[in-house]
């Protein structure tokens, strides 16, 4: 088994699994089941997402294109969408 990526967080991990079990590759996430145990006490960096060593070449190119620890596009005052336009509805 080799590492094609270390998750940020449990939910970083899973998006991760489903996507690649999402292509037939098995994957075993090393320290998941450690997330808990500092108590209330945040661990970061520590949930390995693992392949087999024949499909991580493969893994590792679905993982570099998926869209993980990107920045959110800000929008400014100016560029606004109109009212009518989908997205969030205001409060």
């Known amino acids: 088994m080799k590492v094609v990526y270390q998750a940020a967080n449990l939910i970083d991990a899973h998006l991760v699994r489903h996507a690649l079990e999402a292509e037939e590759i098995p994957?075993?996430?090393?320290?998941?089941?450690?997330t808990g145990g500092m108590g209330e006490l945040p661990l970061f960096g520590t949930i390995l997402v693992c392949?087999?060593?024949?499909?991580?070449?493969?893994?590792?190119?679905?993982?570099?294109?998926?869209?993980?620890?990107?920045?959110?596009?800000h929008v400014d005052d100016d560029d606004e969408a109109p009212d009518s336009a989908p997205g969030w509805l205001p409060a």
């Open 51 to 73: 392949v087999p060593d024949v499909v991580w070449p493969q893994a590792k190119d679905i993982v570099d294109a998926l869209p993980l620890n990107q920045p959110v596009e």
């Open 27 to 34: 994957v075993f996430l090393q320290g998941e089941a450690l």
